[in-house]
């Protein structure tokens, strides 16, 4: 687990040195980090026992993203349940039936308003919990879903993903519940953000720009991107021009936790080299529907500080339909 890293990180981002990222991951995050202190950072990620400690002391939802059955099983006490699908509260069906695309941002509201989020004031904060797989989809599902938030306009220092997901919580040994909370509806309602959102005609203007520090990172896995394995979504092997690859699948450990930031820095200077920072250039990320492209969003913008990302939803599905891609 990285899990005094998920409390430290926020504040890392962009302020230490790397040094000191490395110096916090390797401290063991247990009961007795857990300082009324702590409970003041609320990073990206967060560690099971944070969650578990601070979520008495805060204006705090936490939504369980794992399936309906995997809910009635057994899930963290309070928590709600908001399955993450491709058709769901989260995702619709878009034009030309692509895949998994922005629903309707007065249907978040909804959903959000249904369990007590409110907005602005007092500003909920929420807490994702995901399940953990190979594929590593159920880990992708927090990241995408804090992603569907920020277009929903809830502010991205609001939003944290569980550490590890629901089995990081029950490695820890703290308490399960088959309980299903009653909820206090409030009221969540923002004005729809699509800055980060790029159509296939951006794109398009847009590949083979190098030279100009913009680079098109493609999260979907190495066979993939290199045309030996076809996805179903897509209809041409291949990857989008130009594109380099930086599979999702590496952004977390075996059990689901997430990465330091100076490996996943080391990913990404491991694809694009210094051809892009933080001050120069910018990324497009994209995969196959937009579940791993939300991923590398979410460690770029919130884990690593970069502000110069923007997501390609339509991705290879879209793609794929109008234009060649690379072999
Ligand atoms: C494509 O990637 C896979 C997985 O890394 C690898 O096994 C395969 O040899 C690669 N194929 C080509 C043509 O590079």
């Not at 063991?28 to 950072?41: G, H, K, Y």
């Amino acid at each position: 687990m990285i899990g005094s890293l998920a409390i430290v990180a926020p504040a890392l981002a962009g302020l230490l040195p790397a040094a000191a990222a490395v110096a916090a991951s390797a401290q063991t995050v247990s009961e007795r980090n857990i300082t009324p202190l702590a409970c003041l950072f609320f990073g990206p990620t967060v560690s099971p026992w944070w969650l578990s400690k601070c979520k008495a002391h805060l204006d705090l939802v936490v939504i369980d993203l794992r399936s309906a059955a995997e809910y009635a099983e057994s899930h963290i006490p309070g928590s709600f349940s908001l399955p993450f699908e491709p058709v769901s509260a989260w995702s619709q069906m878009g034009p030309g039936d692509l895949l998994l695309e922005m629903p309707p941002s007065a249907d978040v509201f909804a959903s959000l308003s249904a369990i007590g989020v409110s907005n602005p004031d007092p500003a909920t904060k929420i807490v994702l919990v995901n399940g953990v797989g190979v594929p590593a989809f159920p880990q992708a599902a927090s990241p995408r879903v804090a992603t569907t938030l920020k277009y929903a306009g809830i502010s991205e220092g609001r939003v944290s993903v569980l550490d590890g997901g629901f089995p990081g919580w029950t490695s820890e040994n703290l308490p399960t519940t088959t309980v299903v909370p009653t909820p206090v509806p409030r009221t969540y309602t923002a004005t729809e953000d699509r800055s980060f959102l790029v159509n296939i005609d951006y794109v398009a203007a847009n590949i083979n720009k190098k030279n100009q520090g913009i680079y098109l990172i493609d999260g979907r896995d190495e066979a993939v991107y290199n045309g030996s394995v076809l996805e179903d979504w897509a209809l041409k092997a291949g990857h989008i021009p130009s594109a380099v690859s930086l599979p999702a699948k590496h952004i977390w450990n075996a059990d689901g936790s997430w990465k330091s930031p100076l490996e996943l820095l080391a990913q990404l200077r491991g694809a694009v080299g210094y051809g892009v920072s933080r001050s120069y250039g910018k990324i497009i990320v994209y995969c196959g529907v937009g579940g791993y492209a939300s991923s590398w969003y979410f460690v770029l913008t919130r884990i690593l500080g970069f502000d110069n990302v923007v997501m390609y939803d339509g991705s290879a599905q879209e793609w794929s339909r109008h234009y060649d891609m690379e072999l």
